[in-house]
């Protein structure tokens, strides 16, 4: 059975206990408070025991130092159950060890930046994005960072999303919750945490965005003041609901001439889409066709930034004079702070190419599938669109080139 001692000449209270291999040790509990020492005594001789027996697993270990901590907080507070953490788990570390085993824990910080590494499914611009949230929140917390992830607690996500509110739309905020929900899931998955402490933070309500479509004296505007590229990119959004960074990435290899078609794998949803040519654009991509394969369509644009995409788009649009220019004096804010919405933008040819293609009585679920949009009402995996009726259905789109 295990018991604390004093030594001579030594403030805090030591931890006498059987190891796993028989031996009576002496382990310092790091403390001169006699009610927590014996809690960690008991925590170190549980460990010693499930180690003899063979029953020491890390998900084990983990949850033993995460109670007896808990335990410690309740009664002397957080900083005790700290300190107390930063004895048990070398402890309990050494019996996986001696066990033939190997003991996992993570930090904060550690936890996150595995998480976001591991993310080889996720496109490049949906990993930069959650990079960026995650260096926001290791930044809000600080020095805190560096704590076990067990010490992680729903008031501070709670204060980090109140911090965020501060500076970014709604919109913004509730992702940034969203990406420290999934990131912290995956943790519990990996029994590195017993609950999802960002599990009940609720999301902010967001106001309908009053996005719009561009209306047909705008859009005759924007192609009679846009250069070459960014006319070609007009064209290809209107005509086939492809997001900017899509249009920008595409080359040669994706247009099918013969065909008619375009085939891309969408940079968000990463899903792989045929799609028929209207006649305007077909007629327009006919026109510039280069030899290279793998040639851009629009070689000035290619891999750019969504933001710096946004920025030249805007830039068109001044120029056609239905928005007006941006000032250029700093106005405090950064990357990370609120920004004024416009109505319009390179998006709102998304909004174009599905409000013609239902105002030419196109079904919902035909204009769903060209423009890759997903509903629970409906599925690819139930419902097939032939080629026939996505070409019929933008041959009824208008010819915004005339």
């Given at each position: 059975m295990s018991s604390i001692h004093k030594q001579p000449g030594r403030p805090n209270w030591f931890c006498a206990f059987y190891d796993p291999e028989g031996f009576r040790r002496f382990r310092t509990t790091g403390t001169s408070n006699r009610k927590v020492a014996e809690t960690i005594c008991v925590g170190v001789e549980r460990a010693a025991m499930l180690t003899r027996q063979g029953k020491l697993s890390n998900e084990k270990a983990l949850r033993l130092v995460r109670e007896t901590c808990d335990a410690i907080a309740e009664t002397h507070g957080k900083l005790a159950a700290d300190r107390a953490e930063g004895v048990l788990k070398?402890?309990?570390?050494?019996?996986?060890?001696?066990?033939?085993?190997?003991?996992?824990?993570?930090?904060?910080?550690?936890?996150?930046?595995?998480?976001?590494?591991?993310?080889?499914?996720?496109?490049?611009?949906?990993?930069?994005?959650?990079?960026?949230?995650?260096?926001l929140f290791l930044k809000f917390l600080g020095a805190r960072s560096a704590r076990g992830l067990t010490t992680l607690q729903p008031r501070q996500i709670e204060d980090f999303k109140t911090q965020l509110t501060r500076r970014v739309s709604p919109s913004t905020v509730n992702k940034g919750v969203k990406v420290l929900k999934a990131a912290l899931n995956?943790?519990?998955?990996?029994?590195?945490?017993?609950?999802?402490?960002?599990?009940?933070?609720?999301?902010?309500?967001?106001?309908e965005a009053r996005r719009r479509p561009f209306t047909g004296k705008e859009l005759t505007a924007l192609l009679t003041h846009a250069g070459e590229e960014w006319r070609t990119m007009i064209l290809i959004a209107f005509y086939t609901g492809l997001r900017l960074r899509d249009c920008a990435n595409l080359t040669w290899r994706n247009v099918e001439l013969d065909t008619n078609t375009l085939n891309v794998l969408t940079e968000k949803t990463k899903r792989q889409q045929v799609l028929p040519l209207a006649e305007p654009l077909a007629r327009h991509l006919s026109g510039m066709a280069g030899d290279d394969p793998d040639g851009a369509l629009c070689p000035t644009l290619r891999g750019k930034p969504a933001a710096r995409l946004s920025a030249q788009f805007y830039k068109v649009m001044v120029k056609a004079g239905i928005v007006k220019k941006r000032g250029n004096k700093s106005a405090g804010k950064g990357r990370d702070s609120k920004r004024d919405r416009n109505e319009i933008s390179f998006h709102s040819l998304r909004y174009n190419c599905t409000s013609a293609l239902k105002s030419s009585g196109v079904s919902d679920s035909v204009a769903m599938d060209i423009v890759g949009h997903e509903t629970a009402s409906v599925s690819r995996s139930y419902t097939k669109i032939d080629d026939t009726a996505k070409r019929t259905a933008v041959n009824k789109l208008p010819d915004i080139t005339k």
């Open positions: 070398p402890a309990v570390e050494e019996f996986i060890r001696v066990a033939g085993g190997e003991f996992t824990s993570y930090t904060v910080k550690t936890w996150l930046e595995s998480w976001i590494a591991g993310r080889t499914d996720a496109s490049k611009a949906t990993v930069i994005e959650y990079q960026r949230i995650i260096d995956a943790a519990v998955k990996s029994r590195q945490l017993e609950f999802n402490p960002a599990e009940h933070i609720e999301n902010i309500e967001v106001e």
